[in-house]
């Protein structure tokens, strides 16, 4: 049995038209207006780091369904919940694969020739060959889950 990490488009496109019919049923027009512009801000939090390749296309893909749902200000608080949850994940990691002083040496490394060189390259994990994946979708939803419970605490 094979695992995958893909988020398939039909999923994603049917959270996406059933996110924007729960905004047009609750809410009407307005409410679709709404969903459209979660939709929108979900996909521009995510876009930098997919296009910089620290991030999968599938995540980027949830974030802006998810915000179809929540709403512009919602999918905000979703996505600072997100970046904690990440983060944690991402320190988790590094420390089962015991590479957390590889990693925290390699990010020092990249802002000291960022600082030097203004080279962005320097912090895209694709341009310097890390092949780090995890499923971020585990962040998004926990972070979604925390917003549920918590409401909105930043902001």
């Not at 780090?132 to 918590?150: C, V």
């Amino acid at each position: 049995q094979k695992f995958y990490t893909r988020i398939p488009n039909i999923l994603t496109g049917i959270f996406i038209l059933a996110g924007l019919g729960l905004q047009f049923w609750t809410f009407g027009v307005p409410g679709v207006t709404t969903g459209f512009l979660g939709g929108l801000t979900g996909l521009a939090l995510l876009l930098i780091p997919f296009l910089m390749g620290g991030m999968g296309a599938g995540d980027v893909k949830a974030l802006a369904a998810l915000g179809t749902v929540t709403g512009p200000a919602g999918i905000f608080q979703v996505f600072l919940y997100m970046g904690v949850f990440g983060g944690v994940m991402a320190i988790i990691h590094y420390i089962a694969a015991g590479k957390l002083q590889e990693r925290l040496a390699s990010f020092w490394s990249a802002i000291l020739v960022f600082a030097g060189t203004k080279d962005k390259d320097s912090f895209n994990p694709v341009a310097t060959g890390e092949k780090l994946r995890f499923p971020y979708a585990a962040a998004i939803a926990l972070g979604y889950f925390t917003y549920i419970q918590m409401g909105t605490v930043w902001g």
